[in-house]
C-alpha cells in the first residue's frame, strides 16, 4: 500500500537550513498536489508551503522568502527546503499529498517530522 516517509528533519541553529523529504513508497500513478504543514506547540497546524498540479505554488507569509517546495517525481519524492530559520520555525512538520494510484486519487499525510531551531 502506499505509505508517505519523512525525513530530514532534526536541530538546527537559527539561520541555518534544512531539507525536509517526503518519499512515497508503493506503486503509484502521478503525485498530482503537494502540501507541507506544521503545528508548533500549543497551535493549530497551519499551511506552509504548496505545489497544486506542476504550476501552482504558494507559500504562507511567514516563510515566503525563505521555504521553496520542490518535487522529484522520477523519484517519487517532495521537498521542503528551508532557509534562514528562526526561533518560530520549531514544529512538527507534515506532508500531505494528493496521489492517484490504480484505485484512486487520495491524499495521504506523512508521520510528521520535528523540527528546532535553536538560538
Known amino acids: 500500500q502506499v505509505q508517505l516517509v519523512e525525513s530530514g528533519g532534526g536541530l538546527v541553529q537559527a539561520g541555518g537550513s534544512l531539507r525536509l523529504s517526503c518519499a512515497v513508497s508503493?506503486?503509484?500513478?502521478?503525485?498530482?498536489?503537494v502540501g507541507w504543514y506544521r503545528q508548533a506547540p500549543g497551535k493549530e497546524r497551519e499551511h506552509v508551503a504548496g505545489?497544486?498540479?506542476?504550476?501552482?505554488?504558494n507559500y504562507a507569509n511567514s516563510v515566503n522568502g525563505r521555504f521553496t517546495i520542490s518535487a522529484d517525481y522520477a523519484q517519487n519524492t517532495v521537498y521542503l527546503q528551508m532557509n534562514s530559520l528562526k526561533l518560530e520555525d520549531t514544529a512538527v512538520y507534515y506532508c500531505?499529498?494528493?496521489?492517484?494510484?490504480?484505485?484512486?486519487?487520495?491524499?495521504?499525510w506523512g508521520q510528521g517530522t520535528q523540527v528546532t531551531v535553536s538560538s
Open positions: 508503493g506503486s503509484i500513478l502521478s503525485i498530482n498536489a
Open positions: 500531505n499529498l494528493l496521489i492517484k494510484t490504480s484505485d484512486a486519487l487520495r491524499n495521504y
Open positions: 505545489m497544486i498540479g506542476s504550476s501552482n505554488l
